[in-house]
């Protein structure tokens, strides 16, 4: 039964996102790729059999528009998963107020937005699986990711919050934080600090697993809370680190 449920995810063009994508299309789930990307959404749709969708986070009328458009495609939404996400390397002082802006946008005020409209779709079915894509930067913090870190930490109240509000809906609300992560973003926020390798070769260093975590290494976590299966499982958050963080 669960098999057939429609699956939104945004920033599902990108390095976690196909992952999750891929990982939910396996498990049987109608996907939706939506992505800032509409083209990259398109062609990964194509790859796994699902339906893409060009969407802004940041604009409502973006998150209007392609909620419309799946459900009137695919049914109503019954699995949720914010993967759209963004960050560059800014020391706290030198944050000023567009950037701030741009990152809160993009990773909190955004996954607000498409989370808020969703879920009548999933109260209506009196069924729903919520899955928000934070960080360990919410967790521990990061050096030169001041306002990022904020912002996932804002998921993780978001998800904790949402969970006792909607629980007797059948809907659970769940965070899964990844720890560094060889995706393009990394790459580019360790290339922009000057010193790619260095980061990079340090926190292989630090991670008792010894690498950097890889998306597939996430989507099974992502997909596993988004499934039947974890249907006594709300308001937690989970970390993909390698052991990097252990709290």
Request: hydrophobic share 45%; net charge negative.
């Amino acid at each position: 039964m669960g098999g057939s449920r429609v699956a939104f995810v945004t920033g599902g063009a990108g390095a976690i996102g196909a992952a999750v994508c891929r990982a939910l299309a396996a498990q049987g789930r109608n996907v939706a790729v939506a992505d800032l990307d509409g083209e990259g959404a398109a062609l990964l749709a194509a790859e796994i059999g699902g339906h893409g969708f060009a969407l802004d986070v940041t604009e409502p009328a973006s998150v209007d528009s392609a909620l419309a458009e799946a459900r009137a495609r695919l049914g109503p939404i019954g699995i949720l998963v914010s993967c759209a996400g963004w960050d560059e390397m800014r020391p706290f002082v030198a944050s000023d107020e567009s950037f701030q802006a741009r990152v809160l946008e993009i990773n909190l005020a955004g996954p607000i937005r498409v989370l808020r409209a969703v879920l009548p779709d999933m109260q209506a079915q009196r069924f729903g699986r919520v899955v928000l894509v934070s960080s360990d930067a919410a967790r521990v913090g990061s050096s030169g990711e001041a306002i990022y870190a904020a912002a996932k930490g804002g998921l993780v109240a978001l998800a904790k919050s949402v969970a006792r509000e909607v629980v007797r809906d059948g809907i659970t609300a769940n965070c899964v934080c990844p720890g560094p992560t060889d995706t393009p973003l990394f790459r580019g926020l360790a290339q922009d600090a000057g010193e790619g390798e260095r980061i990079t070769q340090a926190l292989e260093r630090a991670i008792p697993m010894r690498r950097l975590g890889r998306p597939d290494d996430v989507a099974p976590a992502i997909a596993f809370l988004a499934s039947d299966e974890a249907g006594y499982i709300t308001g937690q958050t989970l970390s993909v680190s390698g052991g990097l963080t252990m709290v």
